[in-house]
C-alpha cells in the first residue's frame, strides 16, 4: 500500500537534546512538507521541499532543520534552539504543483 | 499575509442532524480550498477540495461551497452520525506563493451524541 509513514509515533527528550523525526513516503511525490500542530490550533508550516535536493523555510522554521537527500525521504531535527518544541509534528506530501496534500499520521514530540 | 478562521471551535449536536461547518479567509486569491476530517492523535484525511473556479463539491453526505468574493467555505454534512466525530479543519492554497503549502484553520471540533 503506498502511503506516508512518521515514526516513532511518540518520541521523548529531554530539553537540549536534537531529536529526528522520520519522513518516508512511497507515493512517489515530489513535494514533502512538515507542520507543527499545537492543541486548539491549526497546522503551520515548519519547512517545505518541492524537489530533491531543494527544501525552503515555512512560517516557524526557527529551530528546526530538514535534508532532502532522497525523494522519499524528508526527515526533520528538532533542535535544542527549539523554545517549545513539544508538539504533534505532521508530515505531508504531493505530487507537486497545487495538488492535494496526503498526510501522515503523525508524532507527538514531549520534551521536558 | 492569509488568514483562515474556523467558526464555532466545538460543536455538538444530537445524531440525524444536518450541519454547517464555517470557514472564511482574508486573502481571496486561493487557488483552491481543501477540507479535511482529524480523529484525535491522528494526521489528516482530505475530506474534498474546491478549485477556485468552482462553486462547490459533493461526496456522500458531505457538501463543501466556495464563495471567494466574500472569503467563505461551508461544509454541509447531511444526516450526522456518531462516526462524523472530529475535528473538521478547512486550508487554502493561496495563488500568488510559490510554495504550494495550505494555510489552516484551527478546526471545528464536532461531536455527534447517540
Known amino acids: 500500500d503506498g502511503g506516508i509513514t512518521q515514526s516513532p509515533k511518540y518520541l521523548f527528550r529531554k530539553e537540549g537534546q536534537n531529536v529526528t523525526l522520520s519522513c518516508e513516503q512511497n507515493?512517489?511525490?515530489?513535494?514533502m512538507y512538515w507542520y507543527r500542530q499545537d492543541p486548539g490550533q491549526g497546522l503551520r508550516l515548519i519547512y517545505y521541499?518541492?524537489?530533491?535536493?531543494?527544501?525552503q523555510k515555512g512560517d516557524i522554521a526557527e529551530g528546526y532543520s530538514v535534508s532532502r537527500e532522497k525523494k522519499e525521504s524528508f526527515p526533520l531535527t528538532v533542535t535544542s534552539a527549539q523554545k517549545n518544541p513539544t508538539a504533534f509534528y505532521l508530515c505531508?506530501?504531493?505530487?507537486?504543483?497545487?495538488?492535494?496534500?496526503?498526510f501522515g499520521n503523525g508524532t507527538r514530540l514531549t520534551v521536558t | 499575509k492569509q488568514e483562515v478562521t474556523q467558526i464555532p471551535a466545538a460543536l455538538s449536536v444530537p445524531e440525524g442532524e444536518n450541519l454547517v461547518l464555517n470557514c472564511s479567509f482574508t486573502?481571496?486569491?486561493?487557488?483552491?480550498l481543501q477540507w479535511f476530517r482529524q480523529d484525535p492523535g491522528k494526521g489528516l484525511t482530505s475530506l474534498l477540495l474546491?478549485?477556485?473556479?468552482?462553486r462547490e463539491q459533493t461526496s456522500g453526505r458531505l457538501n463543501a461551497s466556495l464563495d471567494k468574493s466574500s472569503g467563505r467555505s461551508t461544509l454541509y454534512i447531511a444526516a450526522s452520525q456518531p462516526g462524523d466525530s472530529a475535528t473538521y479543519l478547512c486550508?487554502?492554497?493561496?495563488?500568488?506563493?510559490?510554495?504550494?503549502?495550505?494555510?489552516f484553520g484551527s478546526g471545528t471540533r464536532l461531536q455527534v451524541q447517540p
Open positions: 486550508a487554502a492554497t493561496d495563488m500568488d506563493t510559490g510554495r504550494r503549502a495550505l494555510t
Open positions: 521541499s518541492q524537489i530533491v535536493n531543494d527544501f
Open positions: 486573502d481571496s486569491a486561493i487557488y483552491n
Open positions: 507515493l512517489n511525490h515530489d513535494a
Open positions: 474546491i478549485q477556485s473556479s468552482q
Open positions: 505531508a506530501s504531493s505530487i507537486g504543483g497545487y495538488s492535494p496534500l496526503h
